[in-house]
């Protein structure tokens, strides 16, 4: 069975400019979460997503936007980036929200 | 505000030594604690706790759980080198959020 999978696994991008990050989830899982990784630091919550439905979203400006599709797969949106959005993103599945969550690779957003 | 709180903050031990790493939490709603492992990436899941005094058990990692006063242990034995990483601690609420509160790591090095 294939883990949750993220992609891409490395970004760079210009400040100002627009980022899409993609990840598929366990199948037979029907919640999806992201969290930011910042180096040295625990994940923090962005938002989760269950059935399609935004259940819960962390203290992150609106420029963060994100979707889950009808296969369960998300998408995470960051709009005007800035240098403070570099970061890990994670992406974590697990069967209702409330079960053991599991992790991608992530992908490392550097931004310049 | 909920809190996840690590300690020590990083360790270094020889092998064959035995560790012992702390997590205490003040959560509003307590549904359960989950121990990761992170390496490079992705967190790797290690264990769910949900009821107090009952110790799960994997190889040489064992974790146990006190609702009562707020904490978990995490321990590892006979310390290999494969196990230096990051130990993360994270606490999932009983709302229909999912959202995982995590500690800021515990980083653990084994010397041969």
């Known amino acids: 069975d294939a883990g949750v999978t993220q992609s891409p696994t490395h970004l760079i991008k210009t400040r100002g400019q627009h980022v899409t990050l993609r990840c598929s989830p366990i199948s037979g899982h029907k919640s999806v979460s992201w969290y930011q990784q910042v180096l040295g630091q625990g994940p923090q919550f962005i938002f989760q997503y269950y059935e399609k439905e935004e259940r819960g979203r962390g203290n992150f400006p609106d420029r963060f936007s994100a979707r889950q599709f009808p296969n369960y797969s998300s998408e995470l949106n960051v709009n005007a980036l800035l240098l403070g959005d570099s970061a890990l993103y994670l992406c974590?599945?697990?069967?209702?929200?409330?079960?053991?969550?599991?992790f991608g690779q992530g992908t490392r957003l550097t931004v310049v | 505000e909920d809190k996840v709180v690590q300690s020590p903050l990083s360790l270094v031990v020889h092998e064959g030594d035995t560790v012992t790493l702390n997590c205490s939490y003040e959560?509003?709603?307590?549904?359960?604690l989950l121990w990761y492992k992170q390496e490079k990436k992705a967190p790797t899941f290690l264990f769910m706790l949900t009821s107090s005094g009952i110790e799960k058990k994997s190889g040489r990692l064992s974790s146990i759980l006190d609702k009562k006063e707020l904490f978990s242990i995490l321990n590892i034995t006979a310390t290999q080198t494969g196990d230096s990483a990051i130990y993360l601690c994270?606490?999932?609420?009983?709302?229909?959020?999912?959202?995982?509160?995590f500690g800021q790591g515990t980083t653990l090095q084994v010397k041969p």
């Open positions: 974590a599945s697990s069967l209702v929200g409330y079960t053991e969550a599991f």
């Open positions: 994270a606490v999932l609420g009983s709302g229909n959020t999912g959202k995982l509160i």
């Open positions: 959560v509003t709603n307590f549904r359960s």
